[in-house]
């Protein structure tokens, strides 16, 4: 069974550009959530996506969005990048059955801002 | 508020020695605990998780976790640390909802293993 599947695993950027991140979940899975791990606020929760909709929003700017696909294949965007931006963005999938469920989490797409 | 609280950034440990590293949470109703490893340039590894029953639980590689509601504290234990364990480990709490996918994590804790 593949894992979670984030593209491209390396990233660099100028500011004010845009970036695109993809994340493939586990076949079966319809619950997506992205994370931003950067060295000085660890791991914060952005978003996460049920069934193409939006179900829980993190403390972030606008700047960041996402969606889901009917395949259940996520986005997540950021516009107007900014030097802060620079991080592991992560993706997780969980297939939301019960208690007996846990989020599995891709390898990270690695995000520099020049 | 909310939170979850890795007290130790970073802990050395020689190889051979046993290994606990400490969590504690604030919340008002039950939390569903985990511990996830992250080793370098890796995403993250669900190590063990505890949603109810028996406060002491058993992972993946040889680690336990034990779930003391009266300290709020979930501390991850191993008693032989091999030199493959060094990484940073994550505790994190999920609320009872019907989604799994907020997860707020605590700060992390390098683990380096010595010869």
């Known amino acids: 069974k593949a894992g979670v599947t984030q593209t491209p695993r390396y990233l660099i950027k100028t500011r004010g550009q845009q970036v695109t991140l993809s994340c493939s979940p586990i076949?079966?899975?319809?619950?997506v959530s992205w994370y931003q791990q950067t060295p000085g606020q660890g791991l914060q929760f952005l978003f996460e996506?049920?069934?193409?909709?939006?179900?829980n929003k993190g403390n972030f700017p606008g700047r960041f969005s996402g969606r889901q696909f009917s395949n259940s294949r996520s986005e997540m965007n950021v516009s107007t990048l900014e030097l802060g931006d620079s991080a592991l963005y992560l993706c997780?999938?969980?297939?939301?059955?019960?208690?007996?469920?846990?989020?599995?989490f891709g390898q990270g797409t690695r995000l520099t801002v020049v | 508020a909310q939170s979850v609280t890795q007290p130790d950034i970073h802990i050395t440990v020689s190889e051979g020695a046993s290994l606990e590293l400490r969590c504690n949470y604030s919340?008002?109703?039950?939390?569903?605990l985990f511990w996830y490893v992250q080793s370098p340039g890796q995403g993250l590894q669900l190590l063990l998780k505890?949603?109810?029953?028996?406060?002491l639980v058993q992972g993946i590689k040889g680690f336990e976790a034990e779930f003391k509601r009266s300290q709020s504290s979930f501390n991850l234990r191993k008693p032989s640390v091999h030199w493959s364990d060094a990484a940073e480990y994550f505790c994190?709490?999920?609320?009872?909802?019907?989604?799994?996918?907020?997860?707020?994590f605590g700060a992390g804790t390098q683990v380096v293993v010595t010869p």
């Open positions: 997780a999938s969980s297939l939301l059955q019960g208690k007996n469920t846990e989020a599995f």
């Open positions: 076949s079966g899975h319809r619950s």
């Open positions: 996506y049920f069934s193409e909709t939006q179900r």
């Open positions: 919340y008002g109703a039950t939390p569903y």
């Open positions: 505890y949603f109810s029953g028996d406060t």
């Open positions: 994190a709490v999920a609320i009872l909802t019907d989604s799994w996918g907020k997860l707020q």
